[in-house]
């Protein structure tokens, strides 16, 4: 692991101090949308993307916001501090690989078991993500889909996930807890209980390769892989 944190003061506070801030700025944010689109309070899944883009900024106002200031504050800066870089050619293969393996391979793995058990399917598992993709039903709405899900998400909750919080509690408690906390903590974060299971795997998989790497950069290029596949997949179904 390539990282510079033996001096920084930032830790844990900055991390849950941030994750408030972001679920307030979501909340928030969400109101003005519904409100301004004339959606009622029971209207959040009737919003246009554009909408969604202004409720999702609200959240990323803390997510991306307190590891910008613990690292400007307490810390050498985001890059010296969250290894916000990227390689080149390799960590794009190596983060890209470890995205595809990881939609295409281990996570249908993990739910085998789960499918004979429980009266479920796949349709039950995409469902949060199509009930998204269906409202790009024309190229603006794609584009936005594209910024949101595989670009701006990616980015931002590597930076703050694997970034921040992963490394506050590496510092702490080692890297293996701390790679496997953070990996709990981002699947439960999203609130969907049929797809924990498969945030968390692959919350492993992205935190193994920033702890590995010592970049974030790996991580971040297998997340948007990963959110691609599920994308395409969808608008094109």
Do not use: C
Request: charged share 15%.
């Amino acid at each position: 692991m390539d990282d510079d944190t033996s001096t920084v003061r930032w830790g844990l506070g900055d991390a849950l101090l941030g994750w408030v801030v972001a679920q307030v700025g979501g909340f928030l944010a969400g109101g003005i949308a519904l409100s301004a689109s004339g959606e009622g309070a029971d209207g959040f899944d009737d919003l246009s993307l554009a909408w969604v883009a202004v409720a999702q900024a609200g959240l990323w106002l803390g997510l991306l916001g307190a590891p910008w200031l613990a690292a400007r504050l307490k810390g050498h800066g985001m890059v010296r501090d969250f290894g916000l870089r990227l390689h080149g050619a390799r960590d794009v293969l190596v983060g890209g690989v470890a995205g595809a393996v990881t939609q295409f391979l281990l996570i249908p793995l993990v739910y085998i078991p789960i499918f004979l058990l429980f009266d479920i399917d796949t349709n039950d598992l995409e469902r949060p993500a199509r009930e998204l993709t269906d409202r790009a039903t024309e190229p603006v709405g794609v584009v936005l889909l594209v910024l949101i899900v595989g670009i701006g998400a990616p980015i931002i909750e590597e930076l703050f996930y694997r970034g921040l919080v992963q490394r506050s509690l590496i510092r702490r408690f080692g890297p293996w807890p701390g790679i496997v906390v953070t990996a709990v903590v981002f699947g439960a974060v999203h609130f969907q209980p049929l797809q924990l299971p498969a945030l968390t795997l692959f919350g492993l998989v992205l935190g193994i390769l920033a702890y590995r790497t010592g970049r974030l950069g790996p991580s971040i290029v297998a997340h948007m892989v990963f959110n691609m596949v599920t994308v395409i997949a969808l608008v094109s179904s």
